[in-house]
């Protein structure tokens, strides 16, 4: 019998999660980008140190890749108990649950369950 498949989800510093059902663009107003990607958006209100279409967030197994689309601001992944590491623009990086992800001055912490 298969396993069932993995399932991810972000939570920011007030413990709203956003569950991932596919790969995501997080930003301000992502709606433009994430539909010629074909794939989910997430809107995330209106501080300016979030790039419109900050980052694309992609499902792979036991882990997802993360990918700074170009923002203003950038983006860094730490791991638990671990460095703080800026993402290079367009390179996929891969984190594991309970990377904390930094978009702009967004904290979201990567869950799966």
């Known amino acids: 019998m298969p396993s069932a498949p993995d399932?991810?989800?972000?939570?920011?510093?007030?413990?709203?999660?956003?569950?991932?059902?596919?790969?995501?663009v997080i930003g301000r107003a992502p709606q433009s980008v994430a539909a010629a990607r074909g794939c989910q958006y997430l809107a995330l209100g209106g501080d300016d140190s979030l790039s419109k279409a900050h980052a694309l967030i992609e499902p792979d197994g036991d882990a997802l890749l993360v990918t700074d689309l170009g923002s203003t601001n950038g983006s860094a992944a730490a791991q638990l108990a671990g460095p703080r590491r800026p993402l290079p623009r367009g390179e996929r990086v891969r984190v594991e649950a309970g990377t904390v992800l930094e978009l702009g001055?967004?904290?979201l912490t990567v869950l799966r369950f």
């Open 7 to 24: 399932r991810w989800c972000l939570e920011d510093m007030s413990g709203t999660r956003y569950p991932l059902l596919g790969a995501v």
């Open 105 to 107: 001055t967004f904290l």
